[in-house]
């Protein structure tokens, strides 16, 4: 019994003494965070120059892509689409967004949870604001949103 176990020690204290990495423990990821802040950054400039296909293009352009919303599920790529769509109308009242408080952790080796808060804002004032979380999937064509749950703060 203690050579089996003085056998599997050294296999032991190599990984009790193996540094964590982000991925290892749940935590935020710099590299994905970066790398996923300018993914939104554009986004957000598609939007702010009322670019539609552009922001569009983020999202998995699936039948089974969700998207929460004042607690409802709604499911595709074309509902997104349809939801987002009269914003961008010629003549709509469309306010300017930004990004904040981005976090992305990995979750294996093709997708990542971040999580953010948008802001719409005209005239130096925020007109809607809340939190976000998206679920990525590395796909060969960049990172696409599989899943968008969107609040809003109450007013």
Request: proline share 5%.
């Given at each position: 019994?203690?050579?089996?176990?003085?056998?599997w020690?050294?296999?032991v204290l190599?990984?009790?003494?193996?540094?964590?990495?982000?991925?290892?423990?749940?935590?935020t990821?710099?590299?994905?965070t970066?790398?996923?802040?300018?993914?939104?950054d554009?986004?957000?400039?598609?939007?702010?120059?009322g670019?539609?296909?552009?922001?569009?293009?983020?999202?998995a352009?699936?039948?089974?892509?969700?998207?929460v919303?004042?607690?409802?599920v709604?499911?595709?790529?074309?509902?997104?689409r349809s939801r987002?769509?009269?914003?961008?109308?010629?003549?709509?009242?469309?306010d300017?967004?930004?990004f904040?408080?981005?976090?992305?952790?990995?979750?294996?080796?093709?997708?990542?949870?971040?999580?953010?808060?948008?802001?719409?804002?005209?005239g130096?004032?925020?007109?809607?604001?809340?939190?976000f979380?998206?679920?990525?999937?590395r796909?060969t064509?960049?990172w696409?949103?599989?899943h968008?749950?969107?609040?809003?703060?109450?007013r």
């Amino acid at each position: 019994m203690i050579r089996m176990l003085l056998r599997w020690l050294p296999a032991v204290l190599v990984l009790a003494c193996r540094p964590s990495t982000p991925a290892s423990t749940g935590g935020t990821d710099p590299a994905l965070t970066s790398e996923l802040t300018r993914q939104l950054d554009r986004s957000a400039d598609d939007w702010n120059r009322g670019k539609l296909d552009g922001f569009m293009s983020d999202y998995a352009h699936d039948s089974t892509t969700t998207f929460v919303e004042a607690g409802h599920v709604r499911q595709g790529w074309d509902f997104i689409r349809s939801r987002y769509a009269p914003r961008f109308a010629a003549g709509a009242s469309r306010d300017s967004l930004r990004f904040e408080e981005v976090a992305a952790r990995p979750l294996g080796d093709r997708h990542a949870l971040l999580t953010a808060r948008f802001i719409l804002f005209r005239g130096g004032h925020t007109t809607a604001s809340g939190p976000f979380t998206l679920v990525f999937e590395r796909r060969t064509d960049g990172w696409k949103i599989l899943h968008d749950h969107t609040s809003s703060d109450p007013r």
